[in-house]
Every structure is written in C-alpha cells, then in structure tokens.
C-alpha cells in the first residue's frame, strides 16, 4: 500500500513537471494578447496600425450557419450529355418563388455519373445545387470532351454604382485595422447604410513604394496612379456626430498625403445572393497530362453575394477548384479538395483555390499538384481568410500572387512548398509588390519570404515553422518575423481566436 502511494504520487510530480514545461514552452505574440475572458487587446506601432480582426468573413460574416436548404427537384443520372437535364433542373427552380429564408430550394443530383459537355449556368438567387457524396461512389460529374471552360459558372451581373455623394474623411491618418473614422458631415448616412471606403491611387504613392520603377522587360508595365483606387464594401454600424463606425477594419492605412480616403453610399444590381454547391465530385477528362483544352475550373463564382461551396472535390482540372471573382463577396469554401491538376505547369495554370473578392473564407481545403493553391490577385480588397489549409507537392507558392492584395490572413496553412509575400519585380507583366497586411500566423512551410514595403504598411510572419529566406529581389525592407521556428504559439489559430473574442466560436 506504501509502495503504490509513492508510485501515485511520483507520477503527480511527474505530470506537473510536464505540463509546467508544456506551459513553459508555449509563447504568444508581441502584436496582441488574448485576455482570460477571450477578449483581445492588439498592440498598436508607432503609428497606430494593428493586426486586423479577420473574424467577419465568409457567408453573412460567419453571423449564419450554412442552411440546410429543402431539396425541391431531383435529377438522376442518364447516359450521354446530362448536362442539358441539369440545366433544365436549374431553369425550373429558378422560376420558384423565393422563400422567407432566401431561398427557391435545392436540386438533388443523386448518386452515379454526369457527364456534361458544356456548362452548368446558375444566374438566379436561392439556388443550392447538392450531390450524394465528393467520391467515385457518389455524385460525379464530368466534364466530357474539349473545350476550356467552367463546369458550374455561378453569376449576377452588375457592378458597384454609387448612389450618395463622395464624403470625405477628415483624419490625416486612419491606420490598418481601425474600424472608425471621422468625415466632413455624416448627417447622410445612418446605421445599416451599405458603403464604399475608397482609397485613390495616386502618383507619389506609386513612385514610394517604386512601382514606377520596376526593371524592364518584354511587356512590363509600370503601375499608374489611376488603375489602383480600392474600393472596399463595408457596412456602417454606428454613426456618433461625424464620425462612422463599420463592420469590418481598414486593411490598408489612409493617409492625407496618399490622397486620404473617402465614404459614400452604394448599391450592386443584379448581384445574386443565396447560392451553395454541395458534395459533388467535379472531374474533368483531359488528352493528356498537360492539355490545356478540357474542363478548367470546377465551380466559378462571380457577382454574388453570400453563398457556399462545401464537401466538394475536383480532378483533373486545369486552373482551379474554385475560384472567386471580382464581384464574389462574402463566400464560404470550405472541406474541400483540389487534386492533381492536368495542364503545362507555368504562368496562369493551377490556382487551386483563388481569390480576386472580397470577405471571402477559405478552410479545411487540400490540394495536390497545384502551383499557386491558396491566392489571391491583382487590387484584391480585404479582409479575406485561408484557414487551416494542407498543400503537397505544389509547383509554385501560396499567397498573395501580384499587384497589391490587402489584408488576407493565412493561418495554419501547412505546405510542402513556399509562402511569399514580396516584391515580384518583372514577373508577368509587372507584378510588382503582391501586397499589404497580409498575416501569415502560424504555418509549416518550405520556405517563406515575407517583406514589407518602404510606405502604406506591413506583412506579417508570426510563428512560422520552415526556413526564412530573401525572396526574389535583394535589397527590400523585412517584414515582421516572430518566433521563426518557434513551437508553441498561443492562441494556435488567429482567426479562431478572432472569432472566440466576438462571441462565435
């Protein structure tokens, strides 16, 4: 009895010793601190930036789960072209009344093949498009023969109009992640109004941070002033006198001496909204290993607003899984698969899962034999997420890809290859500075080169595991590393501690 006494309580010490090293080990960033009710204080620089808080992204802002939407037409598998009985299935719910959630209804593609010689258009709101399962043994459909093109191309049309005057902000200085400005007069505006917060290009902001100066070759471009206004879709929370308080942060600085910032009111006409794209395998035939005339990417959002695409996998296609336009604002991809690409392995090929919108999240996604997997391109606005993210054998690197994204947060991305924020010099036509704020937290990678700019901003490194290495072009300022290859990093994930500190988790 003595003896088993001791033994208990050696194995007590034993098990204090370990989690007193486990806690010892553990480490959290000079950027914020995460306080015992789950509330997170940032820590401003000098000049007042801070990490900004990402939690409101994805569908409705992550405020809704997705819907389990009532199933109103099924299609079963026939032989040859299914994709006319598709289509048909869509045009038919399309002419349903839209319900008091939002929504006409879902198509049920039971189990088995379809193989589709075209596309599959979606173009009217509250459409859930839903298989049996993202295997061989579930709902597969093919893209069958030649021809590049979207196996489902979901899009509105429209574009952002203002309907209000231009207002302009008052501060010298509004700095990233700030979620509150004052304006010449807000008596126009009022809680619930839908705006823009506009930041011009101008000429000595370009020639700052030397994208007038990139070193020329065959077709490059020097960036001009006029092709780099931003125009990011916020919505106002509270006015209080002059000054406007909005759901989601600034991600870039606005500075007077760039040209300030302005606000004004907006609508998007024709924009759809409502739309999700289920458990579905996506393949598409191909000649051979690198075709580049078969099924390019799998499903494409454009001018939509608050839609889903969740448990699907795609094969064999060219570009993309997914892929986000422009005008997509306020997607959920998510437990989704992009496996083995077929097309030449160079420039404008295997972008697995990309990006060009904005609030959009991406999470719990995989990829094999992609080239730039996890992305985003030319003036994409922020905030937008990549969450939780695995890469194998990838051909090229993840992150923002050219011409000045802002605010992405990529956290948690575990990849085989490398994550780069940088100056890209001449590649393409110029791609110049990929971007801004751009949060890497907490990544497993090859290698990373993450730099920051001379003006208008940081980019962030916290936690990374991997080898940190210069990037492509000497001489360009670091960004802000912390605890490189350093394990223990608290909280583990960024955005799930974003969404804890806002009641969401």
């Not at 000429?203 to 020097?222: F, S």
Request: glycine share 12%.
């Amino acid at each position: 009895m003595k003896t088993r006494s001791i033994l208990t309580i050696c194995v007590l010490i034993l098990g204090l010793f370990t989690l007193s090293f486990v806690k010892n080990e553990s480490w959290h960033s000079k950027f914020l601190v995460v306080n015992k009710d789950a509330s997170i204080t940032y820590l401003p620089d000098e000049k007042g930036n801070i990490i900004p808080d990402f939690s409101r992204v994805g569908y409705h802002h992550g405020l809704k789960a997705i819907p389990e939407v009532k199933v109103v037409k099924t299609v079963s598998p026939v032989k040859g072209d299914a994709g006319r009985g598709i289509q048909e299935a869509i045009d038919q719910v399309s002419t349903l009344p839209i319900g008091a959630d939002g929504f006409r209804g879902a198509i049920l593609l039971k189990k088995g093949d379809y193989g589709i010689a075209g596309t599959l258009n979606i173009n009217t709101d509250g459409i859930v498009l839903r298989g049996e399962g993202n295997t061989a043994q579930g709902t597969r459909l093919i893209a069958t023969g030649a021809g590049l093109r979207s196996l489902v191309a979901i899009s509105g049309k429209g574009k952002i109009t203002p309907t209000g005057e231009r207002v302009k902000i008052t501060d010298a200085y509004v700095p990233t992640g700030a979620k509150s400005f004052d304006v010449v007069s807000a008596k126009d505006f009022k809680a619930g109004d839908k705006i823009i917060l506009y930041r011009p290009g101008t000429k000595n902001w370009i020639q700052d941070i030397q994208m007038d100066r990139i070193v020329a070759r065959q077709g490059t471009k020097q960036w001009e002033a006029a092709e780099y206004s931003l125009s990011y879709e916020r919505e106002i929370t509270a006015v209080d006198g002059n000054k406007i308080t909005i759901d989601n942060p600034v991600v870039m600085a606005m500075e007077t001496k760039y040209g300030g910032g302005e606000i004004f009111k907006y609508e998007y006409k024709g924009r759809l909204k409502e739309i999700g794209i289920e458990n579905i395998l996506f393949e598409s035939e191909y000649a051979h290993d690198t075709d580049e005339d078969h099924g390019w990417i799998a499903v494409d959002f454009n001018h939509t607003e608050n839609g889903w695409v969740s448990g699907v996998t795609s094969r064999f296609f060219g570009y993309s899984c997914v892929s986000l336009e422009s005008g997509a604002k306020n997607i959920t991809v998510k437990d989704s698969k992009c496996l083995d690409a077929k097309s030449v392995i160079t420039g404008g090929k295997r972008y697995s899962f990309n990006n060009n919108g904005q609030q959009n999240l991406f999470m719990n996604l995989e990829t094999t034999e992609g080239r730039h997997d996890y992305v985003t391109g030319a003036k994409t606005c922020g905030p937008n997420v990549f969450y939780h993210c695995k890469s194998r054998r990838t051909h090229a690197d993840i992150g923002p890809h050219h011409r000045w994204a802002t605010g992405t947060l990529y956290d948690n991305i575990d990849t085989d290859g490398e994550i780069n924020v940088q100056d890209r010099g001449n590649w393409g036509s110029g791609h110049g500075w990929a971007g801004v704020t751009q949060v890497l937290w907490n990544c497993k990678v090859k290698a990373a080169a993450i730099q920051s700019l001379w003006a208008s901003g940081k980019n962030y490194a916290v936690g990374i595991q991997g080898k940190k290495v210069n990037g492509r072009l000497e001489g360009k300022p670091d960004g802000e590393w912390e605890g490189l290859n350093k394990k223990g990093l608290q909280p583990q994930s960024l955005y799930e501690a974003q969404l804890k500190a806002n009641g969401r988790h």
